[in-house]
């Protein structure tokens, strides 16, 4: 493409005019070289005589008359508009999107890490940019962890550079299908470029698109990865605790993978990852080894696993990005943080196999007695099963089927087999629910306070409600919700986790996805990153008003004078398996080229027009012409 004024030039057909026109040129100047020559003829010498003083010497170079410009200006107007001349504005905009997700760490080969997928995109898309008119309007967007612009508006090329080297990978998944549609409907006037490691496949015909896509190639690549960690409750431990760890292998062939667990203790000096123990484990061609630690020590904060890969020492053949083989999860607390008040005890409920919250549990007439001498500020929560108090607890709460109605809340008789009608799909303790099919097959439909918020109704009543009051949050339940029975009971399994998750800002499963964001509570102090960068200091507030767990890791939490542990992870399959490059689709409208034929088609036209009218000129020039000749030369004598 090339710069013309304040505008951009391009041909539809620009070998046409490559071929075309040195053939043309040539033609035309070999036509003029050749012109006049003729036969020999016999004259009379007295008109040679005549002659010879207003004949001029032989010319040794090629000056064309007036006329050989004149059809070398017909014939190149002729040969641009056959390429398809057109001209687009130098100041449209150009929107750049940046795939960052964690796949593009990976090098570019098995045996050169020299280089990953993402540089290779940077350089690429740099290339692009100075290829820009100077006037042209850039945007450039990330798609992860989710889809923003790293210039914040449209801005000249070279910002767009600045803002380009700037781009880092993340422990996220891209979504770019979603990416280019969001974008394509936001900027329908621009045209899109894409940069990724996936191959983009268009609805139409990808050359004819309207976004372009520069996909990264890279070589079938073997990696192992860190699949899953959990930290359970064992009576088969002696401590009672016990690490789960999966390592996961994407790769055509068995690898020897050396598993290390270490343990993190922040009261140490200095602050390290201690090494507790270590496995040697043979993977099988993209398969998963579970590893099983017991007997794990008291007083850990949190625990870190990490997998090497022992083959081909010095290459990358067997382990193409080391960025997933780490996992980290929170070690657990030495006191209860919740109370659990029934006639049953946290073992009989299934409380016992959640792995995040200890239970601390009383009888209701225990619990009234420390109730009413203010002996419960140490619990954050509190769940009341089958029970309810005279007042309101100091904290977060849930109450499971409150049978009898009592001064704080009401219910009606027990209803059978009542199927769910309606569920506030948005809400978080729903999140990743479907209870469309659900029926109850005993209900106690409830009576919604002024302060609740229904969360499950059906045809007796609501189910479930939730809100906020005197600054706690509290559930209430009209169905059993308890033995916890986890992959057993997978709906009611997750709103269990659902709502402790809500409760707190600890998780069940004792650590985070990256990019998971956390509210900021009145109480918190400070969040840092064991070992890293700090995330949020009281004073310092966050437009979101949440804090964001973008890379893996230990967070520590501050809350007055107690700390809470969060371990942060990125678990993605589909991202650690470079085995094969991925597809993705996106709708193709229009290209810069169709869109010129369309708008900017009137300099081809203009051009026809102008050759055209040049020609009629030398027809009628040649029928009536503007000069006669001046005479003629009458030779006599003889020879």
């Known amino acids: 493409m090339t710069s013309f004024f304040s505008g951009m030039v391009s041909f539809l057909y620009p070998t046409l005019l490559a071929v075309a026109a040195p053939i043309v040129l040539g033609v035309l100047v070999i036509a003029y070289l050749r012109q006049g020559r003729s036969k020999r003829k016999k004259v009379a010498t007295l008109y040679l005589l005549k002659m010879i003083e207003s004949v001029p010497r032989a010319r040794r170079k090629f000056l064309p008359p007036l006329r050989f410009f004149f059809e070398l200006l017909l014939l190149a107007m002729l040969c641009l508009a056959a390429a398809g001349i057109y001209s687009t504005d130098a100041s449209s905009r150009v929107v750049y999107i940046i795939d960052n997700s964690f796949s593009t760490s990976a090098s570019l080969s098995k045996f050169d890490d020299a280089k990953t997928v993402l540089a290779k995109a940077k350089e690429a898309a740099a290339e692009s940019l100075d290829g820009l008119a100077s006037a042209a309007e850039v945007e450039v967007f990330v798609t992860s962890p989710q889809l923003r612009s790293i210039t914040a508006g449209f801005v000249s090329s070279g910002r767009a550079a600045d803002a380009l080297a700037s781009v880092e990978f993340a422990y996220a998944s891209d979504r770019i299908d979603e990416a280019v549609e969001k974008l394509q409907r936001a900027h329908s006037d621009s045209e899109i470029r894409v940069y990724t490691d996936k191959k983009g496949i268009s609805k139409v015909q990808p050359e004819l698109g309207r976004v372009s896509v520069t996909t990264i190639e890279r070589g079938a690549l073997n990696n192992i990865a860190i699949g899953g960690i959990t930290l359970a409750n064992s009576t088969m431990s002696g401590t009672g605790r016990q690490l789960e760890a999966v390592v996961a292998s994407f790769g055509d062939s068995p690898v020897t993978v050396e598993v290390e667990l270490g343990g993190i203790n922040v009261s140490a000096s200095p602050v390290g990852v201690e090494a507790i123990d270590r496995r040697t484990l043979q993977l099988p061609a993209g398969g998963r080894v579970t590893v099983t630690f017991k007997d794990l020590p008291a007083g850990i904060e949190g625990f870190k696993v990490a997998a090497t890969s022992k083959e081909y020492a010095g290459a990358r053949d067997s382990d193409s990005n080391p960025h997933d083989n780490a996992a980290w999860i929170a070690g657990g607390r030495t006191r209860a943080e919740f109370l659990l008040v029934g006639d049953l005890n946290a073992a009989l409920l299934g409380l016992s196999k ?164 956390i509210p900021i509570s009145a109480e918190l102090e400070r969040a840092e990153y064991l070992f890293g960068s700090e995330l949020y200091r009281r004073g310092n507030e966050t437009p979101e008003g949440a804090i964001e767990l973008f890379q893996p890791g230990l967070a520590i939490f501050t809350f007055g004078g107690r700390k809470e542990f969060f371990a942060v992870n990125f678990i993605n399959d589909a991202e650690s398996d470079l085995r094969t490059q991925q597809t993705f689709q996106y709708s193709s409208v229009s290209t810069p080229a169709d869109s010129a034929k369309q708008n900017d088609s009137d300099l081809m036209e203009k051009l026809l027009w102008i050759a055209a009218l040049l020609i009629v000129a030398d027809l009628l020039n040649g029928l009536f012409p503007l000069r006669r000749p001046v005479g003629t030369v009458r030779a006599s004598g003889s020879a």
Do not use: C
């Open 354 to 517: 959640l792995s995040g919250p200890a239970f601390d549990y009383m009888k209701p007439e225990k619990y009234e007695e420390s109730s009413a001498n203010g002996d419960l500020g140490a619990y954050r929560g509190f769940v009341f099963h089958r029970y309810i108090p005279r007042r309101f607890p100091p904290g977060n709460s849930i109450f499971v089927i409150p049978e009898t109605t009592g001064a704080l809340l009401t219910t009606a008789q027990v209803v059978s087999n009542v199927p769910v009608t309606r569920w506030h799909r948005s809400h978080d303790l729903l999140s990743y629910l479907d209870i469309a099919n659900l029926t109850f097959k005993k209900l106690s439909p409830l009576e919604l306070p002024n302060w609740g918020e229904v969360l499950i109704n059906t045809s007796a009543g609501a189910a479930a409600y939730a809100g906020e009051r005197d600054g706690h949050r509290i559930a209430v339940l009209g169905f059993e919700l308890f033995p916890f029975e986890g992959r057993r009971s997978p709906l009611i399994s997750v709103l269990t986790l659902n709502l402790f998750k809500w409760m707190t800002l600890h998780s069940l499963s004792s650590h985070h996805q990256t990019s998971a964001a």
